[in-house]
């Protein structure tokens, strides 16, 4: 199914009951943002604020669910697209190898299918209003935390040309608002628009971009996919929606948008002109990324439909609607990657605290010794998954997305001092706990179960049981050193154990925690130590593990108390001993003004029973408070 502009999506929303309206006028600056943070963690409908002060209604959360997103792209479930991609990939011709040669073939496959974007010389309905003296303020853009750096454009398709291959891309990079006619293009270095950006400045020339907003859903989708590079993303927006997207001429550069997109921002980046400070925003690591230097994008035209709505989004700590998209890529690249470069693996899933890149499951089907370790190595260097920090690898009858039967999978399959694979390499720009910009360590855990080539000199580690906890003193842990601990893990037979302590105190505690666990635990009892700050709700897993992931260098934060158990440090290490070499970012939440705000206007909004604010929950997490951005 395809639909033209977001109006048609939006009554398709209505229609299935999946849509609350806000009639009365609600504040682009901060309070759409604490509304829509309330809804989506609590697994609410799509909102459409209709009266943000301006001539456009704002359209957010409407990815916020695995059947939203189904109906965005077309489908009943998410699995039905990823089965057609699949049939489409079993007639590929299989003398092509390689994932990039196969997907040269899929235009040539779509063209006889009549799916290939087409470019159509009338105007478009994109373009029925055309602003040639641009002005970003009669855009109900958002600024979604307290210490953002200003307004962003959070949903922005933005539109580049490699100069001289001509080849085109369409990706997804946030847009702070400078002035009325300039934003900053926050396309970081490993994306496309910055190579185009980069092949731009040889040319000496200005670099035409445009962004589109809006139109079908699935657009919005395919700029976010995880394409190999100079593949056109209207190529699979075309095979979601069944249907070739029309694409006209910009009014003011030579550059191709939809027709039925909602607005248009025409305009350039002159590559000699020096960047702009743009950030901070609080991004979807949960954590505020800092400010730095990006291109500035001077606007030249705004064009939009009749009946054009803003869409919106927002980031901050998981879950947010970008978790279902992440579930779509899950689902749709699952076969490509199966068929053209790892045959062995039957599913892979990126659990929602780990933010897509974080922490990747992958489950294969073996066959002989090593292959876990081959999987790691090899899906380590593919496309996006060279930013994943924690790869763990399994094999057998397991559900992935079945967290307590994975973990008892994982201690029963796993020595830890032969199956982690530790490396450094790429990270995501946004990761903040190395030491290094976009550089750092990983893991990839062997989980597979093995076979009699790898279990030769293996140690036979006993599973705990439920009866072992009462032999456990807990006078161990009522120290000065450990704040809280959580043994609930340990008792449903899962060997984990999690503490806090506070980093801020005692700079050398997680030094302290190593030596008391070999003094005490020299037998391994605990095969992993979690320690998290004393600020963290240890009895609460999701937050355990987001701030886990996102807080560690998985190479540098490791440390074997025994051979058979290892401790990793989820502290903050702004406060480890001798400093941090990089500005170390805050939680990103609401402040309370906004929160009482909303608190106050809740029941006159008339979509449903009140929701406590996140924000409450997590504000604690927030050093100095929730004024501050940084942790000194």
Request: aromatic fraction near 8%; charge should be negative.
């Amino acid at each position: 199914m395809s639909y033209s502009g977001l109006t048609a999506f939006i009554d398709e929303l209505e229609k299935n009951d999946e849509l609350l309206r806000i009639k009365q006028f609600i504040n682009p600056v901060l309070e759409i943002t604490e509304i829509t943070d309330r809804v989506t963690k609590s697994g609410g409908k799509a909102l459409l604020f209709e009266n943000t002060g301006t001539g456009f209604p704002v359209l957010i959360n409407a990815f916020g669910s695995d059947s939203r997103m189904a109906m965005a792209i077309g489908r009943k479930n998410l699995d039905e697209a990823g089965t057609e991609l699949e049939n489409l990939f079993k007639n590929v011709s299989y003398n092509t190898e390689t994932l990039f040669q196969r997907l040269s073939t899929l235009p040539v496959l779509l063209k006889l299918a009549g799916l290939l974007p087409s470019h159509i010389k009338r105007k478009g309905t994109c373009q029925q209003q055309i602003h040639m003296i641009p002005d970003l303020d009669i855009l109900p853009v958002l600024k979604c935390w307290p210490h953002d750096g200003g307004r962003f454009i959070t949903l922005p398709m933005v539109h580049t040309r490699h100069p001289e291959t001509g080849s085109t891309n369409v990706g997804m990079y946030r847009m702070q608002i400078l002035d009325k006619n300039t934003t900053a293009m926050h396309w970081q270095r490993h994306k496309t628009g910055a190579s185009h950006f980069e092949a731009w400045k040889i040319t000496g020339k200005k670099m035409p971009v445009s962004v589109a907003l809006g139109g079908d859903p699935v657009y919005t989708y395919a700029a976010t996919a995880p394409l190999p590079e100079n593949l056109n993303e209207y190529i699979l927006a075309g095979f979601l929606r069944k249907k070739k997207v029309n694409m006209v001429r910009c009014i003011t550069n030579d550059l191709f948008v939809p027709e039925d997109a909602d607005i248009i921002l025409e305009g350039f980046v002159d590559p000699a002109e020096d960047p702009v400070w743009e950030g901070p925003f609080g991004d979807h690591t949960g954590f505020y990324s800092l400010a730095d230097w990006y291109p500035k994008f001077h606007i030249t035209c705004i064009t939009h439909s009749n009946k054009a709505v803003y869409p919106a989004t927002i980031v901050g700590i998981p879950p947010q609607e970008d978790a279902c998209i992440t579930r779509v890529t899950e689902r749709l690249f699952l076969s490509p990657v199966r068929m053209t470069l790892q045959p062995e693996i039957e599913d892979f899933h990126m659990p929602d605290a780990g933010i897509a890149h974080n922490l990747v499951i992958v489950k294969i089907k073996k066959s002989y010794p090593g292959q876990g370790m081959k999987v790691i190595s090899s899906l380590s260097g593919a496309g996006q998954m060279m930013f994943t920090k924690y790869m763990i690898v399994v094999s057998g009858d397991i559900n992935i997305r079945n967290y307590k039967e994975l973990l008892s999978h994982v201690f029963d399959n796993i020595d830890f001092s032969r199956d982690l694979l530790f490396s450094h390499g790429p990270l995501d720009v946004l990761d903040h706990s190395s030491d290094n910009f976009s550089f750092g360590g990983k893991v990839g855990v062997d989980a597979t179960i093995k076979q009699t080539e790898e279990s030769s000199g293996r140690r036979k580690i006993p599973k705990s049981d439920t009866a072992e906890i009462s032999d456990i003193k807990v006078d161990f842990f009522n120290t000065i050193i450990i704040k809280n601990f959580n043994l609930s893990l340990f008792a449903n037979g899962i060997p984990i154990l999690i503490i806090s302590v506070n980093r801020s105190e005692d700079r050398d505690v997680i030094e302290k925690v190593k030596n008391m666990f070999r003094t005490n635990d020299s037998n391994g009892t605990f095969r992993l130590i979690i320690a998290v700050d004393h600020t963290v709700d240890v009895n609460d897993l999701f937050m355990v593990a987001w701030q886990l992931l996102g807080n560690t260098d998985p190479q540098r934060d490791h440390e074997f108390i025994s051979p058979r158990s290892v401790l990793f440090d989820g502290t903050i290490k702004a406060y480890r001993k001798g400093g941090f070499p990089r500005k170390w970012p805050n939680v990103v939440c609401s402040d309370i003004e906004t929160i009482t705000t909303i608190d106050q206007k809740w029941e006159s909004l008339g979509i449903g029973e009140f929701i406590n604010s996140p924000s409450s929950r997590y504000i604690r997490l927030c050093r100095k408070g929730a004024d501050e951005i940084l942790i000194d």
